[in-house]
T-cell receptor, first 115, second 112 residues
């Protein structure tokens, strides 16, 4: 069973559209992540939220805008995307910062296609 | 920054044989090393992890070994089964950095 839930599972959008990806976890984790994964490649970190604050932005273009409304939810707002942004977008969560790195658990992802 | 290299990129073994996947990392400060299994169209699933204060960890048919001096770690799967077929990713992280750096992945195929 997936403990990190992502919606929608699939999304097709035009380059001028605005859409949002959603991620939810109820494990009490305080760190949440967005990754981008292209076919046959490893996940590539985009953003990290720690205790609802943005702690890492891996120089992601501004057409991707993350939001963490509360400790259980993570959104990724999309606007004016390019065809090369087509990919699988994965959300993950972990217990959060501390002395010991904690395992990250992934959701099933949203497969995004830009027309 | 950290760089993780993973070999081989593809691996084919007969059912029942063992499979070994190797990774090397560049940053000696890295101290957490998870392994993920990703089946086609599915999410990466954590299968085992190891921290730098441990040299080996085992979970049933899966084991991971870590050599801090040489900066490499390996995944060992024994008595392979068809359901072990997937892409396996190693990763490395520096404590508290919350940033996993992944290897390029190994496509493992188990031949019946």
């Amino acid at each position: 069973d997936t403990e990190v839930t992502q919606t929608p599972k699939h999304l097709v959008m035009g380059m001028t559209n605005k859409k949002s990806l959603k991620c939810e976890q109820h494990m009490g984790h305080r760190a949440m992540y967005w990754y981008k994964q292209k076919a046959k490649k490893p996940p590539e970190l985009m953003f990290v939220y720690s205790y609802e604050k943005l702690s890492i932005n891996e120089s992601v273009p501004s057409r991707f805008s993350p939001e963490c409304p509360n400790s259980s939810l993570l959104n990724l707002h999309l606007h004016a995307l390019q065809p090369e942004d087509s990919a699988l977008y994965l959300c993950a969560s972990s217990r959060g910062q501390g002395k010991t790195e904690q395992p990250q658990h992934f959701g099933d992802g949203t497969r995004l296609s830009i027309l | 920054g950290e760089n993780v290299e993973q070999h081989p990129s593809t691996l084919s073994v007969q059912e029942g044989d063992s499979a070994v996947i190797k990774c090397t990392y560049s940053d000696s400060a890295s101290n957490y090393f998870p392994w993920y299994k990703q089946e086609l169209g599915k999410r990466p699933q954590l299968i085992i992890d190891i921290r730098s204060n441990v040299g080996e960890k085992k979970d049933q048919r899966i084991a991971v070994t870590l050599n801090k001096t040489a900066k490499h770690f390996s995944l060992h799967i024994t008595e392979t089964q068809p359901e072990d077929s997937a892409v396996y990713f190693c990763a490395a992280s520096i404590q508290g950095a919350q940033k996993l750096v992944f290897g390029q992945g190994t496509r493992l195929t188990i031949n019946p």
